[in-house]
């Protein structure tokens, strides 16, 4: 399961707002904030939801391991770059 931390890292990849995010995942902005700020025990069902919103506009959540934390990663950033073409 994705931790609370990669929530609001792929949020602001993103550039997204909770309340975008919130639209998106079909969930309460209220219920993301509190979320977000782990005041409230997280259900697995709005954890999965948030993954799938996130996943689907593009980021790619890296598990912890090998020493280093957990981390996020915008899909686009792992497309080969076209060397632009010489006159």
């Known amino acids: 399961m994705i931790s609370l931390r990669q929530i609001r890292a792929a949020r602001a990849l993103l550039g997204w707002s909770q309340q975008m995010l919130a639209d998106k995942a079909l969930l309460s902005v209220k219920a993301v904030a509190r979320l977000e700020r782990n005041e409230v025990t997280s259900h697995a069902a709005t954890v999965e ?9 593009g980021i790619i959540f890296i598990p912890a391991g090998h020493g280093l934390g957990e981390g996020v990663q915008l899909a686009s950033d792992l497309l080969p770059v076209r060397a632009e073409e010489t006159p």
Do not use: D
Request: net charge neutral.
């Open 49 to 57: 939801a948030l993954e799938r919103t996130l996943t689907q506009a």
